[in-house]
Antibody
C-alpha cells in the first residue's frame, strides 16, 4: 500500500524558514516524480513544485520561486520542501503527492502538514 | 500559464440525479486533464485521468470526456458519498494548474 506521510508543519513568523518532509513507502520511490501541492484554509488546490525521479529536474510555481527548494533523498525514500522568506500567504496545508502515468496524474496524496505563517 | 475555469462553482442535487461539471482551459491541454474529488478534512482523490480514463477502484458512475480546451465530469445516479468538492487539473505544462473547484451539495 502506498503511503505518504508529511511532517514539519508548524507556526512560524513572517520571514522565517521551515523544512517539510515526506516519508514514502509501499512503492519504488526512486522511480517516480514527486510534487508538493498546497491548500490554504477554505480555498482551492495550488500546485507548488515538482522534482524528477533522479532529482535532476525541478520546477516551481511563480509564487514560491526563489524562496522554496524541493529536494529528495532516494536512499531514505524521502521528499523535502525547504521554505524560506515565508509570507502570510504561504499559510496552507501542504500535501506530498506521487505522480503516475503518461499524463502525469497525481494518484496518491499524503494527509498534509499544516504551515501557519503568523506574527 | 494555462488557466482552468470550472462551472458551476456550486451545485445542488439529489441522490439518484445525474450531474455534469465542466472545466475549460485557457489554451489547449490536449487530453492532459484530470479530475479529483475532495471531501472535508481529507486529501484529494484521483477519479479520472487523461480526460476520460477511470482510475482503478473508482465507481463506473463517474465518467469524463473532452479534449483540447473543454472537458466534462459526469456523475450518474448520485450516491450520498458523492457529495464533495471536485477539481479539474491540467498536466500538459507546468505550472500544473487546478480549477477553482465545484462544491456538490445535497438538495
Amino acid at each position: 500500500e502506498v503511503q505518504l506521510v508529511e511532517s514539519g508543519g508548524v507556526v512560524v513568523q513572517p520571514g522565517g524558514s521551515l523544512r517539510l518532509s515526506c516519508a514514502a513507502s509501499g512503492f519504488s520511490f526512486d522511480d517516480y516524480t514527486m510534487h508538493w501541492v498546497r491548500q490554504a484554509p477554505g480555498k482551492g488546490l495550488e500546485w507548488v513544485s515538482f522534482i524528477s525521479w533522479d532529482g535532476v529536474s525541478t520546477y516551481y510555481a511563480d509564487s514560491v520561486k526563489g524562496r522554496f527548494t524541493i529536494s529528495r533523498d532516494n536512499s531514505k525514500d524521502s521528499l523535502y520542501l525547504q521554505m524560506n522568506s515565508l509570507r502570510t500567504e504561504d499559510s496552507a496545508l501542504y500535501y506530498c503527492v506521487k505522480e503516475e502515468g503518461m499524463t502525469y496524474e497525481f494518484d496518491h496524496w499524503g494527509q498534509g502538514t499544516l504551515v501557519t505563517v503568523s506574527s | 500559464d494555462i488557466q482552468m475555469t470550472q462551472s458551476p462553482s456550486s451545485l445542488s442535487a439529489s441522490v439518484g440525479d445525474r450531474v455534469t461539471i465542466t472545466c475549460r482551459a485557457s489554451q489547449s491541454s490536449t487530453f492532459y486533464l484530470n479530475w479529483y474529488q475532495q471531501k472535508p478534512g481529507k486529501a484529494p482523490k484521483l477519479l479520472i485521468y487523461a480526460a476520460s480514463s477511470l482510475q482503478s477502484g473508482v465507481p463506473s458512475r463517474f465518467s469524463g470526456s473532452g479534449s483540447g480546451t473543454d472537458f466534462t465530469l459526469t456523475i450518474s445516479n448520485l450516491q450520498p458519498e458523492d457529495f464533495a468538492t471536485y477539481y479539474c487539473q491540467q498536466t500538459y505544462t507546468t505550472p500544473y494548474t487546478f480549477g477553482q473547484g465545484t462544491k456538490l451539495e445535497i438538495k
